[in-house]
């Protein structure tokens, strides 16, 4: 793990095979035959990723204002505790072993690297292999040299360094802002008071208290934060019994689904503020910038100026609501108040726009990097998924590109209903889509809606006189008759000419005829239309 940070193992294997980038490492939650891959154009990517970049702001919202952009129902930790829990999940360096080991050998490895709410990333693999992250007496966790600038907490620490300033941690990505690194420590500090108060001598009995504690959290308060409160209530009527819609979720997995990783919760990085203010003692620093300074941003991987320690009241509400002490140690007086996340929109703040080198690069846009990873892993298309899970999909002219303030100098930018001139004519994938065919030889894509099944008298009744099935599938095809979309052109259009789900809303021309219906039928490898009269 050397030199690993954030986002450079993607651009190490950017020329790898999809098959060896997901081989050990992630695994599908939708069958892609059912839920194919939604195709864009490069091009199109690139426009996408720098209307989603915001601009420079000339001067920040002062903290005496509020900010517009603000999301008063979510304080700034949750956007670090989510950050802390991403690299819990999502991070395997025993995949590498899976190329060689049988799942069983793999079960019998003790602490290895899961997609589980285990803490690994704070643990690592115990004290017996990683010695030098733990104290001498194998119970309490390593911590670092003190720090300052919070009054109201004296035990602040630093994270645990080598003699070349590298963090002794669980997982080196927890090193890369100040916030999550100061989280890091937290936890840390944390563990050994649990040992402390249980007298406990025994390490995985600490461990496992420290887990019970950190899942309880976060089934019980960050999730009911993060997510609307139905959503919350339909997996979580009783909190010791989630109720999964997924299939693949109810019977537990070992891998990380890509469709997770890769896609849904990048939903954090639309929560991120340009600036953050660590305590009373210091001005307010940007999370990233160009300077070359420590002192000039919030960026990791090095040690943190030891005035820096993080006065957590400015990020979670620890005083519950009573008035908060003002302190003056700056020209004007500072309510110690939690800072509020951004909103969660498709708007990502600029300095996320040129990260660092230290943090990712080619591309150094965030936005992009996103992006072209859901290309590179096939990802399906949101609208495709939610139909999956019986949701009502956003249609293409309602999804709306920008901040989510309100205001109209924020401009927020439609998506075109239909694709780009030059661009493939599935790169939208709206409600009238069908996916592109991967290559001539490929299996044809299936209906979202139907499952595998054995044929049978009952599923030809069910399907219609005289159904065509698929020899390699074994699976009913869906009638081959349908309407293009109004104003398409059969020339430029051929994707669509494929069956079409009827749960799409597409009219079959053989229960609404019409003057306007154009007709294709296909049969036994020949095909014969029939084209409106003139």
């Given amino acids: 793990m050397a030199g690993l940070r954030h986002g450079t193992w993607w651009d190490r294997t950017k020329g790898v095979p999809l098959q060896r980038l997901m081989e050990g490492r992630f695994t599908r939650l939708f069958d ?21 970049t915001a601009e420079q702001e000339d001067q920040p919202t002062p903290e005496t204002q509020v900010d517009p952009e603000e999301n008063p129902a979510i304080v700034a930790g949750y956007t670090y505790l989510g950050q802390f829990i991403d690299h819990d999940i999502t991070f395997d360096p025993a995949s590498q072993l899976r190329e060689f080991l049988t799942e069983e050998q793999l079960k019998a490895l003790a602490d290895f690297r899961t997609p589980r709410l285990d803490l690994d990333n704070l643990y690592g693999r115990g004290p017996d292999d990683q010695p030098y992250m733990y104290a001498s007496d194998g119970l ?43 989280l890091h420590c937290a936890m840390l500090r944390f563990h050994n008071r649990v040992a402390d108060v249980t007298r406990a001598t025994d390490f995985q009995a600490v461990r ?77 620093r940007p999370i990233f910038s160009t300077g070359t ?14 005035d820096w320690a993080i006065d957590w009241q400015f990020f979670v509400d620890l005083e519950h609501g009573q008035p908060p002490a003002k302190i003056d140690p700056l020209d004007d007086p500072i309510d110690r108040k939690p800072q509020h996340a951004y909103k969660i929109d498709t708007s990502l703040v ?27 892993f096939e990802l399906p298309s949101g609208q ?68 595998r099944r054995s044929r049978s008298s009952s599923d030809r009744s069910a399907a219609g006189s005289s159904p065509k099935y698929s020899r390699r599938f074994s699976r009913p095809i869906a009638p081959r008759t349908f309407t293009l979309p109004p104003g398409s052109n059969p020339a430029t259009n051929s994707p669509t000419r494929r069956a079409a789900p009827r749960s799409l809303g597409l009219r079959s021309c053989s229960t609404s005829p019409s003057a306007a219906c154009r007709k294709e039928t296909i049969s036994r490898g020949r095909r014969r239309r029939r084209l409106p009269a003139g």
């Fill in 384 to 451: 495709n998924v939610a139909r999956v899970l019986g949701e009502k999909p956003i249609s293409d002219d309602q999804l709306l590109i920008g901040k989510a303030t309100g205001d109209p100098s924020d401009k927020q930018t439609r998506l075109p209903r239909s694709a780009p001139t030059g661009s493939p004519a599935t790169a939208r994938c709206g409600p009238t889509c069908w996916p592109k065919r991967r290559s001539p030889r490929g299996p044809r894509p299936l209906p979202v809606q139907t499952r």
């Fill in 208 to 284: 496992q208290q420290v887990r019970w504690h950190y899942q309880w959290v976060l089934v019980t308060d960050f999730l009911k934060t993060i997510i609307q409160a139905d959503t919350y209530d339909s997996v979580f009527p009783d909190p010791y019994h989630p109720q999964f819609k997924i299939g693949r979720l109810k019977r537990g997995i070992d891998l990380m689904p890509v469709e997770f990783s890769v896609a849904a919760y990048r939903f954090g990085h639309s929560m991120i503020r340009p600036q953050y203010r660590l305590n009373t003692t210091i001005a307010r």
């Fill in 140 to 182: 309490h966790m390593l911590l670092g040299d003190p720090m300052s600038g919070n009054p109201f907490d004296a035990a602040a620490v630093q994270l645990p360094r080598g003699p070349n300033g590298r963090a002794l941690i669980g997982d080196p990505r927890n090193d890369e802002n100040r916030i999550v690194a100061q």
């Fill in 293 to 306: 300074d420590d002192g000039a941003d919030l960026g990791g991987f090095r040690r943190i100026p030891s």
């Fill in 350 to 376: 600029s300095p996320l726009g040129v990260l660092p080198a230290a943090v990712a690069s080619n591309p150094s846009i965030l936005a992009l990097r996103n992006l072209e990873r859901g290309q590179v």
């Fill in 32 to 52: 892609p035959r059912e839920v194919p891959a939604a195709t864009f154009d490069d091009g199109d990517i690139a426009k996408l990723a720098d209307l989603m």
